[in-house]
């Protein structure tokens, strides 16, 4: 019986039928890429880190599978999980968002720290989740970034933090808005331990985050395409910024005005923190 596959002498016809029809494809098989409009295949999407094999388009990653491609199989060891935040303004709804947020990504606040070993070298890893409230920096947020520097500088491990956020949770006010100093006075302290911190900055680590603890790692790496800044390029626009350079302030133009150090691919990031690493340590990593 004549059947049709996709890598066989149709597959290009019944490609363009998909890319025509996205909206008709069963739900949970295809993801159209934002930036060039290929429909991928979400199995290979998933073998791929959810990179776009035609564009190299960087998909947003949850923290779990950040957490699996990054750190040794089973080496993860979370704490500080049971944090939960306050509604310390009585903001309406607030309790009702958060659980909601809870019920959908598994997690009880954007940012996941635990043990880990990378490359055999022993780390402590700090990963945000956009998918929680846009990664927001809460009173909790803050203090789990806080709790990882500290065991950090207990166990002597290096600090590798993930960063990605939206701005200040501002339900919480200025409870929000302090973890800035915070979480910039907790890695001072790291410094003063003389324990590597390197700061991976993926799409998008924006407004406080970027501010404060994002900005100030020994080494800053970035994901392509991220948009990294204090503002983003909408507010820029409404505070009637001109001449805005391309790609403005993108991984790339930040690599090229000396605000990022490496932009790794998500296929090369794992390599290039265990050579940092065993740079930073003198250790050298066991890879298996």
Known sequence: MAHIGWFGRKSKSARKIARQSVDALPDGLWTKCPKCNEILFNRELEKNLRVCSKCNYHFRYRASERIAATVDEGSFEEFADDLKSANPLGFPDYETKLEADVAKTGIRDPMVIGRARIGSCPV??????????????????????????????????????????????????????????????????????????????????????????????????????????????????????????????????QLDNGMVDIVATRKELRQTLIKLLEFCTGEVADVI
């Open 124 to 253: 402590v890893i700090g990963v945000a989740d956009f998918a929680f409230r846009g990664a927001s920096m809460g009173g909790v947020y803050g203090e789990k970034v806080v709790r990882a520097v500290e065991t950090a500088i207990e166990e002597r491990r290096p600090l590798i933090m993930f960063c990605a956020s939206g701005g200040a949770r501002m339900q919480e006010g200025i409870l929000s808005l302090m973890q800035m100093a915070k979480t910039s006075a907790a890695i001072a302290r790291l410094h003063d331990a003389g324990l590597p911190y390197i700061v991976v900055l993926t799409d998008p680590t924006t407004a406080g985050v970027h501010a404060s603890f994002a900005s100030i790692g020994d080494v800053i790496i970035a994901e392509p395409g991220a948009l990294i800044g204090f503002a983003g390029e909408r507010v820029a626009q409404q505070a009637g910024v001109v001449n805005r350079p391309p790609n403005f302030q993108r991984s790339e133009f």
